[in-house]
């Protein structure tokens, strides 16, 4: 059975934390986690996953979207290079569970003394 445009933000706001089921933090890996959410999360010094919020889920051409609403900065303290090549989004700061992952846009490396920045509107979850 197929979900309403109606189901499908409400599935989305509440996987997303819109609704008021809590926060959501988003994960920085260095490949695909795949089933294994936890997998591949960067170990550079000064990383944690970030706390973020997003917009209510809106339909357009058949597509349920939301975006981040935040702007979210890392600088990272230590640590060789480490490519940014896919995201989590995760109910919980630590353990937890994964809500949605994903591909990022551009991926880029990282080592200490940089920053990771991700602006408001750039992160973007869907479902159609």
């Known amino acids: 059975?197929?979900?309403?445009?109606?189901?499908?933000?409400?599935?989305?706001?509440h996987a997303l934390g819109v609704s008021p089921v809590g926060?959501?933090?988003v994960s920085f890996h260095t490949a695909d986690p795949g089933d294994t959410?936890?997998?591949n999360e960067l170990t550079l010094g000064g990383y944690a996953r970030q706390p973020m919020t997003f917009g209510a889920a809106a339909t357009t051409t058949g597509v349920t979207t939301s975006l981040n609403t935040g702007t979210v900065s890392l600088t990272f303290s230590s640590g060789t290079t480490q490519t940014v090549t896919h995201f989590g989004v995760w109910d919980a700061a630590t353990g937890g569970n994964c809500w949605r992952n994903g591909a990022v846009t551009t991926s880029r490396g990282y080592a200490s003394g940089d920053?990771?920045?991700?602006?408001?509107?750039?992160?973007?979850?869907?479902?159609?």
């Open 37 to 39: 959410p936890a997998a």
């Open 23 to 25: 926060n959501r933090w």
């Open 1 to 13: 059975m197929p979900k309403t445009d109606f189901g499908e933000r409400a599935s989305l706001d």
């Open 115 to 128: 920053t990771l920045t991700v602006a408001a509107g750039a992160l973007s979850c869907t479902e159609d």
